[in-house]
């Protein structure tokens, strides 16, 4: 049976929650403060009331001199406790998210890559930003304003029931309606809708993006028009939930203003034959009256609160799903102690057949001599998939080791990216082994592969073009860039532009086939023994991409590298140790490699290969 303690410790929110970091004794002090604000007003409420009930007496005006200052003071606080309130509650709020994000950097790049890889850029967006937002936003929107409730709460109904005990429980039952009935009637109103603005919200931003960043290739490709009505339906689809969500807010709304007045009609029903008996004096009962009117400010908040509750713990939910995916399973341990991992191990009962696996010990992580020598990738039997069950590539073998091109070739949308990706470990295999290290005698667990990969897509950042390429290493000097530019044939191009390496690079200004030299650019100067590169050629023309590749692969065979390259082309590939080809026996099944070899000997051997590179030849793509 789980104990409320472990449900605590489970609970995504909370887990979230812990990862801001929260100074509480910050948030008890904006709780007070909060307090003290609606306390403030709510000796306005009482004060004031007596004031113009004990003046209608037209008593000696020495006698009202305490309340006039008592309301004038109660006026002024309120304002002052208000800005402190709000002060500290988002300073709270505003550190936590940035601690919150900084866990969530951290745990990325330090843990499983794979847990990554299959998200749409829009969707990790999402989960770095909103997502980070709304769970900073419990403690300004949910928990502040909740304990405020409470404490404001109970002085009303101390305050009533000290005047008037049968108005101060039915305050207090009023209060319980708007505090707590109306909240939970709002949640649970919201649940599903919640889910459903957040699913809107995440593919927003993913077309949004794809849009801005891809929009030359949209445009040639006919496709910018069914991605802008995409865009369209989303936002309606967003504007509808946003009136959906209304509702339940709508109807808690209402139930709050009914327990408001049935406090205050229920007071003056009570208070008026309190004040004929004797047991309640007139001036008291105006307090008795108009206190309820103050005291329920604080609850009038709560089913926002209880809303902005629900939406912190999805976004709780999809934040620690993805920070439990990075993190590593097994902890580090030394290599005489490490369990070995193979592919045909038995699966405990009930496991899958397979389980998606990475063997092997980083390599040097400077790029030195050492690890430039021995660094290895090799895969074995390997399914690649991005789910289980739908396989891209199957059974495939290969082996990249420092000084080493293995070039993988297949037409577009074949699969091999994907493999590329489970080679790099961003995607972890369906079956098979991933083996990596220094050795072939290593077999610790690393979480990353020391295969790093430059992908179509990556991203280039609106900074200048050094910056940009200190992504890779940020110790890359002038010089560095500068030969990296050269050796992807850059150098005229740099040459040309008005500040060198300083100039601000505008992604509006460079074309796709700049773009594409600059990410290669960018992996040539990454602190890795092998490099995975995807479509090094993608949006240069033929004849561009023929000089490129030719260019490419001979220079970085000199550098003493591994490279796995994943293309479409085949010019260029004579200098390559092994070439994949990879092709659908069957029109529904996954990719396999049908041939393998020297370019020369595929020339030979195979006749699809030596067609399509006669094809290119021609000027055909």
């Not at 009930?53 to 006039?68: D, N, Y």
């Amino acid at each position: 049976m789980t104990t409320g303690r472990e449900r605590f410790r489970t609970d995504p929110l909370w887990r979230a929650v812990g990862r801001l970091d929260v100074p509480w004794g910050r948030t008890v002090a904006a709780v007070l403060l909060g307090a003290a604000t609606l306390g403030s007003a709510l000796g306005l409420a009482a004060v004031s009331a007596w004031l113009i009930a004990r003046a209608s007496q037209m008593p000696p005006v020495l006698t009202l001199s305490v309340a006039v200052v008592s309301v004038r003071a109660f006026g002024i606080s309120r304002g002052v406790f208000r800005y402190l309130e709000r002060l500290t509650s988002h300073s709270v709020a505003l550190r936590g998210m940035a601690r919150l994000r900084e866990h969530m950097y951290l745990a990325l790049a330090e843990g499983q890559l794979a847990a990554v890889a299959p998200l749409r850029r829009g969707d990790l967006l999402a989960r770095v930003g909103q997502d980070v937002d709304h769970v900073g936003d419990v403690v300004v929107r949910s928990l502040v304003p909740a304990g405020v409730a409470l404490v404001v709460s109970l002085g009303a109904v101390v305050l009533e029931t000290a005047l008037l005990p049968s108005a101060g429980l039915l305050l207090a039952a009023c209060l319980v309606l708007a505090g707590v009935v109306a909240p939970a009637l709002a949640q649970r109103g919201s649940r599903e809708v919640e889910v459903r603005t957040s699913a809107a919200r995440a593919r927003m931003s993913a077309i949004a993006l794809e849009i801005l960043e891809d929009s030359p290739q949209l445009v040639v490709a006919g496709r910018m028009p069914a991605r802008a009505a995409d865009l369209r339906a989303t936002d309606a689809a967003l504007v509808r939930t946003a009136d959906d969500a209304a509702r339940p807010l709508a109807v808690a709304a209402a139930l709050a203003n009914l327990a408001v007045g049935v406090a205050v009609l229920g007071a003056v029903l009570l208070g008026v034959p309190a004040v004929t008996a004797g047991t309640l004096s007139p001036v008291a009962l105006a307090v008795v009256v108009l206190t309820p009117l103050a005291a329920f400010e604080a609850t009038s908040v709560l089913p926002a609160a209880a809303t902005q509750l629900l939406r912190s713990r999805a976004a709780a939910t999809r934040i620690m799903t993805l920070l439990d995916a990075a993190t590593p399973t097994a902890t580090p341990t030394t290599p005489s102690s490490a369990p070995k991992l193979r592919s045909s191990a038995p699966d405990m009962p009930g496991a899958p057949a397979c389980r998606p696996q990475i063997q092997g010990t980083r390599s040097g992580g400077a790029g030195g001599s050492a690890g430039l020598g021995g660094a290895f990738v090799a895969a074995s039997g390997v399914a690649c998939a991005w789910a289980p069950g739908a396989v891209v590539v199957d059974g495939l073998e290969l082996r990249v080791a420092a000084g080493r091109v293995v070039a993988i070739v297949g037409p577009s949308g074949i699969g091999k990216t994907t493999a590329l990706m489970t080679l790099a470990g961003l995607v972890p295999p369906l079956a098979g082994s991933v083996r990596s290290g220094t050795t072939e005698a290593s077999d610790d667990d690393a979480p990353n592969s020391p295969l790093v990969l430059t992908t179509e897509d990556a991203h280039l950042f609106r900074t200048t073009i050094l910056e940009n390429l200190r992504v890779a290493r940020g110790t890359v000097t002038p010089e560095e860039a500068t030969r990296a530019l050269d050796d992807v044939g850059l150098g005229a191009w740099l040459a040309g532009l008005p500040d060198g390496l300083d100039t601000d690079l505008d992604a509006a200004t460079v074309s796709g086939g700049e773009r594409r030299r600059l990410l290669v650019a960018r992996a040539l100067l990454a602190d890795a023994p092998l490099l995975g590169i995807d479509e090094p050629a993608e949006h240069l023309d033929a004849e561009a991409a023929d000089a490129f590749m030719t260019e490419l692969v001979p220079a970085l065979a000199r550098a003493g590298r591994g490279v796995v390259v994943a293309t479409h082309r085949l010019s260029g590939l004579e200098h390559a140790d092994e070439v994949l080809v990879l092709a659908r026996p069957t029109a529904a099944g996954p990719a396999r490699v049908t041939a393998r070899g020297t370019h020369v000997h595929l020339l030979e051997t195979d006749a699809s290969y030596r067609e399509a590179w006669q094809r290119e030849q021609r000027g055909g793509r």
